[in-house]
């Protein structure tokens, strides 16, 4: 069946749930999302979503610049350089194959970019057409051989990485179209691979014919902007493209990147959040990402409304911090259910989000295993008990488990750069008030990446998870499908009747198969979330709606008052 993506995306283009600007009036809605396509290639009808982020709407004109921040030095402009902290606004130079609107964006959702369609022909093997018309910033055309050429040029150097492990096959058909074999049918996971933010697509012969100059400093961009200066260490700053290769005014109206409401974007490197906050505050920058803990300059907590003159947007909660007991039968955690639900029910993870420096903005407790930013999500979910605070319901557990308080000590792995001391201390107090003895194993990132596979070295582990393709069968998978892991999933947890129910959801993410995963799971205390944070980033007071799309900012999306006056 062929599914090509149409207009009714336009209404994707609403305020995010977490995002207002102070004195602005109504902050929006929530948002919406495609139905499953119809068998007759017809586009779905809308229906009401949870929590979509997305942001900003086509201007009928430009603002001359908007200055933007990055948190990092590493910023680089060319389409071929590893990922990295400094890796911004790359989406407004080189298109990928699709747009992603929202994070855990389906195949029915994809905004058209490169790609005109796709048809699925069985589960994993699909065919791709492209537009006939595309051309970089220097009118070199892009074919199918270039965009064959891009992916494999991406995984190639590491920036595409998710291809590498998905991507099976690729077939040119002709000059448009191709195949594509994928390694899974896992929900969304073609999505992924089609709106892959780290997927660049450029003509193959400027590559090759370039120079190291022209690659990083005037490269041929497939974005509707180009490179205008660029200066290692520093910032970059891009021109829309007026000769952007996409005339089809009706197709660019579901691009946001395309919306070219600015001129000239302007990223400026500046690592340290109080000086992004002193920028922000001196009218240095038009937007900038602040830390949770400085976010009570620019937002009232008392009204839950940023404070007039500024603009605050908080990204949709996809990364959940989780507590990992080791599943291990050899181990006195994972032996002992018990157990497990005492370490539980001791926790409190509204402490531990305010021992992390977030607040009620940034952060969230959880009632299962992921957020409401997920597809798949189960609004049952919001209202059942999981595993509350229940410290009296701790002990009982604890007395169950056969053990008198102060007789158990469970050692605890973190990560020194994911995890502060303060959140340790509320674990080992919490868990030491109802009786449970913490040995803290704090190590550096490096030295966790090693010991988490180790089941010798902990008994319980702090972690940070996500999925790439923003589903919850994915999610499943990804933490404990036997498959991804030596040691029986994440937490080693040779589950038979687990690894049976996530193969059943990966296969058919029925609402039934995903319930009976995360049943599963809290019943037998295999994983206890704690809480989801996002970023947060404010925009000066000229900025009426933030352009975001997923997690991401797009400041050429943005909407501005009439009066709008760059920083600087």
């Avoid at 102070?22 to 229906?47: C, F």
């Avoid at 990055?70 to 910023?75: E, F, L, P």
Wanted: proline share 4%; glycine share 6%.
């Amino acid at each position: 069946m062929k599914k090509t993506i149409a207009m009714i995306l336009c209404l994707l283009m609403v305020v995010s749930l977490f995002a207002g600007c102070g004195g602005k009036g109504d902050s929006g809605s929530a948002g919406t999302t495609a139905a499953p396509a119809a068998s007759n290639n017809e586009a779905p009808a809308p229906t009401e979503a949870a929590s979509v982020h997305t942001g900003g709407a086509r201007m009928d004109h430009q603002v001359d610049r908007v200055i933007s921040t990055a948190s990092s030095t590493s910023i680089n402009v060319g389409p071929f350089a590893p990922s990295s902290p400094g890796t911004v606004g790359k989406f407004l130079l080189y298109a990928s194959l699709f747009w992603a609107p929202k994070f855990g964006c389906s195949e029915e959702e994809m905004v058209p970019w490169i790609a005109k369609s796709y048809k699925q022909i069985d589960s994993k093997n699909f065919e791709i057409e492209i537009f006939d018309y595309v051309k970089d910033s220097k009118g070199n055309p892009i074919t199918i051989d270039d965009v064959i050429w891009s992916i494999n040029k991406s995984i190639e150097i590491g920036q595409f990485v998710d291809g590498g492990s998905n991507i099976v096959n690729m077939e040119k058909i002709d000059d448009y179209h191709m195949k594509m074999e994928i390694a899974t049918d896992a929900p969304n996971t073609f999505a992924m691979l089609m709106t892959n933010t780290r997927l660049y697509i450029v003509n193959q012969k400027w590559w090759e014919g370039a120079t190291d100059d022209e690659k990083q400093n005037a490269p041929a961009c497939t974005g509707p902007y180009t490179v205008k200066e660029f200066i290692p260490g520093s910032g970059a700053t891009m021109v829309a493209n007026d000769n952007y290769w996409q005339t089809d005014e009706a197709m660019n109206d579901l691009l946001s990147p395309a919306y070219r409401n600015v001129k000239e974007v302007v990223f400026t490197a500046i690592t340290e959040a109080s000086m992004r906050v002193i920028a922000l505050e001196n009218n240095e920058v038009d937007i900038a990402m602040v830390s949770a803990s400085d976010l009570g300059i620019f937002y009232d907590f008392d009204t839950n409304q940023p404070k007039d003159g500024w603009c605050v947007d908080v990204a949709p909660l996809t990364y959940v911090h989780s507590l990992f007991p080791n599943m291990d039968s050899s181990n006195l955690v994972g032996s002992n259910l018990e157990l497990r639900k005492a370490i539980f029910y001791a926790i409190d993870p509204a402490q531990l989000i305010v021992a992390s420096g977030n607040n009620s903005l940034t952060a969230r407790p959880v009632t299962c295993s992921v957020t409401s930013a997920y597809a798949g999500y189960q609004e049952a979910w919001d209202s059942q008990d999981y595993y509350t605070y229940n410290p009296e319901k701790a002990a009982e557990c604890l007395a169950a488990a056969g053990y008198k308080p102060g007789e158990v000590t469970v050692r605890l792995l973190s990560s020194s750069s994911l995890y502060n001391d303060s959140v340790r201390s509320v674990i080992i107090s919490e868990l030491g008030a109802v009786g449970i003895n913490v040995e803290n194993v704090t190590v550096e990132q490096a030295l966790f990446s090693t010991y988490k596979n180790d089941p010798t070295v902990w008994d319980l582990m702090i972690d940070l998870k996500s999925s790439t393709t923003g589903h919850v069968a994915s999610y499943y998978d990804y933490n404990f499908s036997a498959a991804n892991y030596q040691n029986g999933g994440v937490n080693f947890c040779k589950d038979e009747e687990l690894y049976k129910r996530v193969n059943a959801v990966m296969a058919d993410p029925s609402d039934e198969n995903i319930q009976a995963v995360e049943q599963y799971i809290e019943d037998n205390a295999i994983l206890y979330a704690l809480f989801s944070n996002g970023l947060a980033n404010v925009g000066q007071k000229g900025i009426l709606e933030m352009g975001t799309a997923g997690t991401q900012i797009i400041p050429a999306s943005c909407v501005f008052a009439d009066d709008y006056k760059s920083a600087g």
